[in-house]
């Protein structure tokens, strides 16, 4: 059973940065994707940044050039690394994978019923 578990969520005013993380357990797989998703009070849940386990990324419009997705794989460790903070980006945070075959579809999916592990987030707040 892989487990997810994310952590470096708080509470930051705009313009500040934090580093989320998140580490799996038990992830024998060697073709994935691995995602951060998050989901606002009232909102549907969206895709932040994904990334494959050949290091292909990409990023939802709203965060390009703002927030980075790196991962580790000694480490079984995804990173979110968010710098210019602005309020709409509070959310809590979900860590998601989906580990899976690259050869027919090499870049990863937003749709987040399209991951099966999920971790149980981590909240971001963010004040003007």
């Known amino acids: 059973q892989v487990q997810l578990v994310e952590s470096g969520g708080g509470s930051v005013q705009a313009g500040g940065s934090l580093r989320l993380s998140c580490t799996a357990s038990?992830?024998?797989?060697?073709?994935?994707?691995m995602g951060w998703f998050r989901q606002a009070p009232g909102k549907e849940r969206e895709g932040v940044a994904t990334?494959?386990?050949?290091?292909?990324?990409t990023y939802a419009d709203s965060v390009k050039g703002r927030f980075t997705i790196s991962q580790d794989k000694a480490k079984n460790s995804l990173y979110l690394q968010m710098n210019s903070l602005k309020p709409e980006d509070t959310a809590m945070y979900y860590c998601?994978?989906?580990?899976?075959?690259?050869?027919?579809?090499?870049?990863?999916?937003?749709?987040?019923?399209?991951?099966?592990?999920w971790g149980q987030g981590t909240q971001v707040t963010v004040s003007s």
């Open positions: 998601a994978a989906d580990p899976r075959s690259l050869l027919l579809q090499p870049i990863c999916s937003w749709i987040p019923s399209g991951y099966g592990y």
């Open positions: 990334i494959t386990s050949h290091g292909i990324t």
């Open positions: 038990r992830y024998p797989y060697s073709s994935y994707c």
